[in-house]
Antibody, heavy 119, light 106 residues
């Protein structure tokens, strides 16, 4: 079964750091671009970052640039999001998603992990 | 910046047709995707490449585009189609989701 499972979300104080993980199974992880997408409570989907299949090309939304780092370990079939200098507005459910490429869309999503930034 | 605008809500009676628009200045060169998100669930891809349905998505879902506006159409809407819907596009420097549309089946 093709599956993505996120973990690492928790309550963290403003200014703190957190690392999210996304474990892939059931497909050739190294062949796909991957995304992080977040959704604040009661709000819409917001794209956070994408990484190409070998990790050599990474793009970020302006709102997280310089604070978040997207990376992957293809040998361990895992995607990571290192988050630093966290703010209250980073509070959201964070999803990882597989990208088929081109205009084929994000065809597999994880269940999400919740990050709450509060004192 | 890349922005995609959708109507906040659409209401439809069971069996009728719901149309959701997605407008953006850069959509003329794009083939947007559409996602369905039911309450408490992760998003699901329902349209890719502007008009193609992934395996397992019912035929009542269709996508089209004219100029800078893309449209998701749900024909013969069912109660199970009540959800939030998002369009999505990308360019070399960013990805963007639309503002989202809540579809209510009355």
């Amino acid at each position: 079964e093709v599956q993505l499972v996120e973990s690492g979300g928790e309550l963290v104080q403003p200014g703190g750091s957190l690392r999210l993980s996304c474990a892939a199974s059931g497909f050739t992880f190294s062949a796909y671009w991957m995304h992080w997408v977040r959704q604040a409570p009661g709000k819409g989907l917001v794209w956070v970052s994408r990484i190409n299949n070998d990790g050599s090309s990474i793009t970020y939304a302006d709102s997280v640039k310089g604070r978040f780092t997207n990376s992957r370990d293809n040998a361990k079939k895992t995607l990571f999001l290192q988050m630093t200098s966290l703010r209250a507005e980073d509070t959201a459910v964070y999803y990882c998603a597989r990208d088929v490429g081109g205009w084929y869309g994000m065809d597999v999503w994880g269940q999400g992990t919740t990050v709450t930034v509060s004192s | 910046s890349y922005e995609l605008t959708q109507p906040p809500s659409v209401s439809v009676s069971p069996g009728q047709t719901a149309s959701i628009t997605c407008s953006g200045d850069k959509l003329g060169d794009a083939y947007p995707c559409w996602y369905q998100q039911r309450p408490g669930q992760s998003p699901v891809l329902v349209i890719y490449q502007g008009s193609q349905r992934p395996s397992g998505i019912p035929e009542r879902f269709s996508g089209s585009k004219s100029g800078n506006t893309a449209t998701l159409t749900i024909s013969g809407t069912q109660a199970m189609d009540e959800a939030d819907y998002y369009c999505q596009a990308w360019d070399s420097s960013t990805e963007v989701f639309g503002t989202g549309t809540k579809v209510t089946v009355l």
